[in-house]
């Protein structure tokens, strides 16, 4: 407990006192997610005010399609960049909820919710703010399975107690909800003299995930499948920094993952079959569920029992057909040449798998 505590206070410390915008960060593996959002988000970003942007220290850009009506949970909001941009996605039917334990954080998120919401052209706010931690939601009222979405933005890879926030993320999100993050991921562990480097853990770099042990995870929490979004290659810039921990690599991935009972540790084959209906707004002529699965609209792709269940049993399942159940099994799904991102409409690419 107390060195939960004492990380808790350092990190506090970091970003309630130390850094005061982004420009004061010491490397670019915090801030490196300014550049990530897609173009719509862009937009939605000149909306945002000024402050809450210059106060921005995320590493990706965790904002999912399909949002309108839902409530969504920002872990980690920091001072809310990532909160409003969904308050404006969810529209005045949905709800945004933001947790963050650091105060002076929450204060410049808070002051501008006013501002927000006649910017937005909305009545009364949909977004909240709740000083909290995100190992302990129950704390911050964050009911069992009552939210559609978990986003967070460079913050699970602070955490000292990594197991207990995706328990908690587990237990609020409803059946078939999105966990939809973006960290910091390393590719060993970090070595244990590095550890507790405060300027390594405030930068985001000595917390972070050695991904075979999220996966591990993960399946431990009862979640076999997680999918990658978007990995890209974090270069640390301060000589100082590189000289310490520069025998890590590190990326900024989201990730997404879903609440759903049937998730299976490899993919295996019951011969269904989807195709995208081509109706997700802003996506008319493909939806990209992670790296390598790209679905063209009306084009039929075989798929494996796990993606069936990712489009069938979440809030993307009136976008998609899926023919088939799981009631005759062919063996492991064969993981011939997947669709990806990079492939064109009229490749030959067949099948695609996780
Ligand atoms: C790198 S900043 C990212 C902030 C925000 N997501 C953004 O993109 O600007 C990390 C934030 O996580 C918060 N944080 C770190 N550990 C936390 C914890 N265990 N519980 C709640 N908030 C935490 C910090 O206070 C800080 O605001």
Redesign the pocket.
């Known amino acids: 407990m107390p060195v939960i505590m004492n990380t ?1 206070q350092q ?2 410390e970091y ?1 309630g006192k130390l850094l005061q915008s982004s420009s004061d960060l010491k490397t670019n593996a ?1 801030a490196c ?1 300014e550049d990530a959002a897609p173009l719509p988000i862009r937009r939605i970003i000149k909306d945002i005010h000024p402050e809450i942007i210059d ?4 590493c990706g850009s965790p904002i999912p399609p399909l949002l309108d009506g839902c409530t969504v949970l ?6 809310g ?2 909160a409003y941009i969904i308050a404006k996605l969810v529209g005045k039917s949905g709800k945004v909820i933001g ?4 105060d002076e ?1 929450l204060e410049v998120a808070r002051r501008h919710i006013d501002w927000q919401t006649d910017r937005f052209g909305y009545s009364k706010p949909n977004m909240e703010f709740h000083q ?4 302990d939601l129950a704390e911050s009222g964050i009911a069992d399975n009552s939210v559609d979405v978990v986003i ?4 699970i890879n ?2 000292p107690d990594k197991p207990s926030v995706f328990r908690e993320i587990f237990r609020v999100l409803k059946p078939g909800g999105e966990l939809y993050f973006s960290d910091v991921f390393a590719d060993r562990r970090i070595p244990v003299a590095l550890k507790d480097d405060p300027i390594l853990r405030g930068e ?1 770099l000595s917390g972070a995930m050695y991904i075979e042990d999220f996966r591990r995870l993960l399946r431990e929490i009862g979640c076999a499948d997680y999918r990658v979004v978007n990995k890209t290659a974090i270069t640390i810039d301060n000589d100082e920094v590189r000289s310490k921990i520069g025998m890590v690599n590190f990326w900024s991935i989201t990730v997404r993952a879903f609440k759903l009972a049937e998730m299976e540790d490899i993919c295996e084959d019951f011969g269904q079959v989807a195709a995208y209906r081509g109706s997700i707004p802003g996506h008319p002529h493909y939806f990209d569920l992670d790296d390598h699965h790209r679905f063209f609209t009306g084009k039929r792709m075989p798929v494996c029992g796990n993606t069936a269940s990712m489009l069938q049993n979440t809030r993307f399942s009136n976008h998609f057909i899926v023919e088939g159940d799981r009631s005759v099994h062919f063996g492991p799904f064969a993981c011939a040449p997947a669709t990806s991102k990079a492939a064109s409409a009229d490749s030959p690419l067949g099948g695609a798998c996780c």
């Open positions: 808790h990190l506090k970003y915090c997610g106060r921005f220290y995320g920002d872990l980690g909001c920091g001072t960049r990532d947790v963050d334990m650091t954080q909290g931690y995100i190992e967070s933005n460079c913050v602070l955490s985001c």
